[in-house]
T-cell receptor, first 116, second 107 residues
Framework: DAGVIQSPRHEVTEMGQEVTLRCKPI?????LFWYRQTMMRGLELLIY????????DSGMPEDRFSAKMPNASFSTLKIQPSEPRDSAVYFC??????????????FGPGTRLLVL | DAKTTQPNSMESNEEEPVHLPCNHS???????IHWYRQLPSQGPEYVIH???SNVNNRMASLAIAEDRKSSTLILHRATLRDAAVYYC????????FGAGTRLTVKP
């Protein structure tokens, strides 16, 4: 398997524009996670899905952020409108199961977002 | 939520063992202790995990205190490629990272 795939790897946009980040999890994994990493706040969990259903979105910073998982092999994180403070590295991760807390997460390479 | 406490940074010399501590005094009986590391410009990667017993794998060893309120990640011979931020995480219903320990390895 190619691992978790994220696109784009880098995104530069202007304030007010819509940004869409994409993630393809490892095939067969039931859980998908979106994280954001900044120098100030470290690595933050934004939302996670189980079998394409959002389970916990308490980490989503505000209504400008939305995430979807239309099928088991694809998820998007959308920011509309984007603001400079959204500049960060966004990671997607997937895991096989969560129950029992034994399963490890596999992270993608991240999308480095810069909002000017 | 169960939380962990780690030193902000540590230094090690190349080829020497490194002991990275983690305190998790509010751990519950079902929480697994996971360690991840993040190399520069990469996403976090799994290192090791355990519940009660000490664990070994090709990357590291995990020593868990008898009361499970602390654990130590052991890199037996640090290399320059081990320079990274190491995260200790308790898995319950989700996965939330703390600030981690930034390990610097000196040649």
């Amino acid at each position: 398997d190619a691992g978790v795939i994220q696109s784009p790897r880098h995104e530069v946009t202007e304030m007010g524009q819509e940004v869409t980040l994409r993630c393809k999890p490892i095939s067969g994994h039931d859980y998908l996670f979106w994280y954001r990493q900044t120098m100030m706040r470290g690595l933050e969990l934004l939302i996670y899905f189980n079998n394409n259903v959002p389970i916990d979105d308490s980490g989503m910073p505000e209504d400008r952020f939305s995430a979807k998982m239309p099928n088991a092999s694809f998820s998007t994180l959308k920011i509309q409108p984007s603001e400079p403070r959204d500049s960060a590295v966004y990671f997607c991760a997937s895991s096989l199961v969560l129950a029992g807390s034994q399963e490890t997460q596999y992270f993608g390479p991240g999308t480095r977002l810069l909002v000017l | 939520d169960a939380k962990t406490t780690q030193p902000n940074s540590m230094e090690s010399n190349e080829e020497e063992p490194v002991h990275l501590p983690c305190n998790h005094s509010t751990i519950s009986g079902t929480d697994y202790i996971h360690w991840y590391r993040q190399l520069p410009s990469q996403g976090p990667e799994y290192v090791i995990h355990g519940l009660t017993s000490n664990v070994n794998n090709r990357m590291a060893s995990l020593a868990i205190a008898e009361d499970r309120k602390s654990s130590t990640l052991i890199l037996h011979r640090a290399t320059l490629r081990d320079a990274a931020v190491y995260y200790c995480i308790l898995l319950s219903n989700d996965m939330r990272f703390g600030a981690g320990t930034r390990l610097t390895v000196k040649p």
